[in-house]
């Protein structure tokens, strides 16, 4: 991770522990116990899911662009060695 990114992260979950806090029973935060079952509580509701999301959607998306890169990166003269056109279309 990059000192950029450390950053950011930190600014993120600053900003994640605000929105947190704010909508937390005030009973649920006054000893560390309390904090630690609020806080798995809004990873296992909120924070858990929505971040597994991000990293599903992420890898689907690397996947695309792996299957793609073979597409990519083909030799220039296939064209030629197969007699096809742009897109699989007749020369």
């Keep these: 991770m990059t000192p950029e990114e450390e950053k950011t992260l ?11 806090y704010n909508n937390t029973p ?6 560390f116990e309390g904090i630690e ?3 798995r509580d809004h990873w296992l509701q909120t924070l858990g899911p ?3 999301q991000k990293f599903c959607q992420q890898r689907r998306n690397d996947e695309r662009a792996q299957a793609g890169g ?3 990166y083909r030799s220039p003269n296939a064209d030629e060695q197969t007699g096809q056109g742009v897109e699989g ?3």
Excluded: F, G
């Design 10 to 20: 930190r600014q993120a979950a600053e900003t994640i522990a605000d929105i947190l």
């Design 26 to 31: 005030k009973e649920q935060v006054q000893d």
């Design 37 to 39: 079952l609020a806080l």
């Design 50 to 52: 929505e971040l597994a």
């Design 70 to 72: 073979a597409e990519l």
């Design 89 to 91: 279309q007749s020369a």
